[in-house]
């Protein structure tokens, strides 16, 4: 079973809609990290959580640790968001490397 | 302030060959990590560095190595290349490596063996 999952793996919206991508984990972590992949490659960091909500612009990222989950939003949906969404844990202590979920993919139509 | 320059971006090589990848982290990042990227598997952790030393590793064979050197620069190889190490390699930096801290991503090195 893998540690991280995340729904649904595929995604597609018409611009303006508000999407939603879940991640639920099955150990204890110190923080959980939403990514953002272009077709390019490059990754992007958009969020660390380790408690509560946090908004940039029209993403807002929440977790619950006690059920093990976290959502990320978009609001306004626009096909320049469409990209690869992954999320990723830190298990905690010096150990900084993250463990990912396979990723959502979204595409945004106009 | 730079990002995260990984070099070259893209390569390609043949099986039995070896190759050299390499990161140049944020300016004062003092840890590296390396991620693999494959179509199958997603992202893997392969190795960190921090302060030249080697601080955590995954699970892949010792075909893959890494090293870091004094202005925090990393690079990493592979040996004895297979069809199967065929991946993005991504290396990512923070100031200090602990959890609870943000990487930030270089565009990553495409690797394909032929």
């Known amino acids: 079973k893998n540690e991280v999952e995340q729904s649904p793996q595929n995604l597609t919206a018409q611009e303006g809609e508000f999407i939603t991508i879940n991640c639920s984990y099955s150990v204890g972590i110190s923080a959980l990290h939403w990514l953002q992949q272009h077709p390019g490659g490059g990754i992007v960091s958009l969020f660390m959580?380790?408690?509560g909500k946090k908004k940039h612009g029209r993403l807002i990222a929440t977790i619950n640790i006690q059920e093990k989950h976290s959502s990320l939003h978009i609001t306004a949906s626009h096909p320049r968001d469409s990209a690869v969404y992954i999320c990723a844990l830190n298990y905690g202590g010096s150990q900084g490397n993250l463990i990912f979920g396979k990723g959502t993919k979204l595409s945004v139509k106009p | 302030k730079a990002g995260v320059t990984q070099t070259p971006r893209y390569l390609i090589k043949t099986r039995g060959q070896q190759v050299t990848l390499s990161c140049s982290p944020i300016s004062g990042h003092r840890s590296v990590s390396w991620y693999q990227q494959t179509p199958g598997q997603g992202l893997q952790f392969l190795f960190e560095?921090?302060?030249?030393?080697?601080?955590n590793k995954g699970n892949f064979p010792g075909r893959f190595s890494g090293r870091q050197f004094s202005n925090s620069r990393s690079e990493m190889n592979v040996s004895t290349l297979e069809l199967g190490d065929s991946a993005l390699y991504l290396c990512?930096?923070?100031?200090?490596?602990?959890?609870?801290?943000?990487?930030?991503f270089g565009d990553g090195t495409r690797l394909s063996i032929l």
């Open positions: 990512a930096s923070s100031a200090t490596g602990g959890s609870n801290q943000p990487q930030h």
């Open positions: 959580l380790s408690s």
């Open positions: 560095y921090f302060s030249e030393t080697q601080r």
